[in-house]
Nanobody, 116 residues
Framework: QVQLVESGGGLVQAGGSLRLSCAASGSIGSINAMGWYRQAPGKQRELVARISSGGTTTYADFVKGRFTISRDNAKNTVYLQMNSLKPEDTAVYYC??????????WGQGTQVTVSS
């Protein structure tokens, strides 16, 4: 089992920045890709960004050029640096980890609210 704990959400004005962190514990040796999804009220959960165990990154079109995902394997932590935030970025952000031979692990979610 892998446990994920997110932090760093909050309220920010449009144009501002936030950095989300997600710390993994447990069977961390089995973790492959990690990343972030988000879910706004009344909408489906959508992929924001992911990073492979080797560091290859993938971004949703709506965050390219604004968000950066990174991973510190020594700290078992993945980060999401969010710049130039927009009101439409308001959502609950969930960290996830793909784990070998186990279901995907999810964090509890952290609220990001961007005011106009």
């Amino acid at each position: 089992q892998v446990q994920l704990v997110e932090s760093g959400g909050g309220l920010v004005q449009a144009g501002g920045s936030l950095r989300l962190s997600c710390a993994a514990s447990g069977s961390i040796g089995s973790i492959n890709a990690m990343g972030w999804y988000r879910q706004a009220p009344g909408k489906q959960r959508e992929l924001v960004a992911r990073i492979s165990s080797g560091g290859t990154t993938t971004y949703a079109d709506f965050v390219k050029g604004r968000f950066t995902i990174s991973r510190d394997n020594a700290k078992n932590t993945v980060y999401l640096q969010m710049n130039s935030l927009k009101p439409e970025d308001t959502a609950v952000y969930y960290c996830y980890a793909d784990v070998t031979f186990l279901p995907t692990s999810w964090g509890q979610g952290t609220q990001v609210t961007v005011s106009s």
